[in-house]
Each structure stands twice: as structure tokens, then as C-alpha cells.
């Protein structure tokens, strides 16, 4: 039933799952730094579930740690937030003109080791939405067990800035919690 249902039903164009290659129509990420190895489940503008597969060929691996490796925290939140940037950039009306950039992380907690061969539901539910500012709650999880945990902030802003605009976005002052 998962192949078959719709974000949707006005919307027949967002069949689920999201493949690697819809994936990357939407993110500007590529490897090594795309987390995101499929989408399963969307509700527009609340809720996102995604599945990152861990592989020992991962470059992070080479030295976190050679012996005994463990995927890194940070780039777990990076997964999450990869998620749910997913989630924002489907209501772009163009997401080739949109970057979506990580612009917080809250109440970060790290339960369990993520190793290769782990497959991470990343569960991704909105706290808060505007305009261009989102926060969202992120979960990942492998066997059903809680790895990480936090909460996302980001923020939409256009791919190309204009020439003489500051090379990264300014962060608006507006409070979104």
C-alpha cells in the first residue's frame, strides 16, 4: 500500500515512495554529503518520513573510528534536517531556485550508536511553519529503537543571490518557537 499512496489526493504527482533520483531533483546535496536514500511517507507542511541507509563505505568512516566505527552525530542531525528540508522544498513553487539551510539545532540527544548496515527512519514532524522559516521536531530511529533525537530550525532563501547580497543568509529576527 506504501507505493501506492498520495502526499495528496489533489496531487497525484507525488507518488511515494521518493526515489534517489526525485530525491535529488529536490536537494542540491550529492555524495558523500546526501543523506536521504528514500522518502516513504509526506504530509504536506507536517510530516515526513524518511530512510538513510548506512553503509562501511561512507567517507566518515575512514576515521570515526577505523576500529570500531560509528556514524557521527552531527551528521545524523544532518539527516534529519536533510528530511525535512525535503518537506519545505516540495511547497517551492520552483525548488531549483531554493536552498533551504540549517539554521539551528535544539535539545540534541544521542541514544544509541548508528554503525554500518543500520537502515535510520528518519521521522521528521513539524513544530512550526511561515513563510520561509520552519522548525521541526526530528527523530531517527534503526530496529525501531530511538538513535537521535532534536529539534531543526531552517530557513528558505534563493539558490542564486543577487550580486552584492551577503554570501549567506541573514537569519530573520522573528522568533519561530
Not at 506504501?2 to 536537494?27: C, F, G, W
Not at 544532518?78 to 525535503?86: F, K, R
Not at 530511538?146 to 537569519?171: D, F, I
Amino acid at each position: 500500500m506504501e507505493n501506492q499512496e498520495y502526499a495528496n489526493s489533489e496531487e497525484a504527482s507525488l507518488k511515494l515512495p521518493l526515489d534517489i533520483v526525485r530525491i535529488m531533483e529536490l536537494l542540491p546535496h550529492r555524495y558523500p554529503f546526501l543523506m536521504i536514500d528514500r522518502v516513504v511517507e509526506v504530509v504536506r507542511k507536517q510530516r515526513v518520513v524518511a530512510i538513510k541507509n548506512v553503509t562501511v563505505n561512507e567517507p566518515c568512516f575512514q576515521g570515526h573510528f577505523p576500529d570500531y566505527p560509528i556514524m557521527p552525530g552531527v551528521l545524523l542531525l544532518e539527516a534529519l534536517a536533510q528530511a525535512g528540508c525535503i518537506l519545505v522544498m516540495l511547497e517551492a513553487p520552483d525548488p531549483t531556485e531554493k536552498l533551504v539551510v540549517f539554521t539551528g539545532v535544539e535539545h540534541a540527544r544521542f541514544r544509541r550508536p548508528v554503525v554500518p548496515g543500520d537502515q535510520v527512519r528518519l521521522e521528521i514532524d513539524v513544530l512550526n511553519w511561515r513563510s520561509r522559516l520552519m522548525r521541526m521536531q526530528g527523530k531517527a530511529f534503526v530496529d525501531g529503537k530511538l538513535a537521535c533525537e532534536g529539534v531543526v530550525t531552517s530557513q528558505m532563501v534563493p539558490r542564486n543571490p543577487k550580486a552584492g547580497a551577503p554570501a549567506t543568509p541573514a537569519v530573520e529576527a522573528e522568533v519561530i518557537a
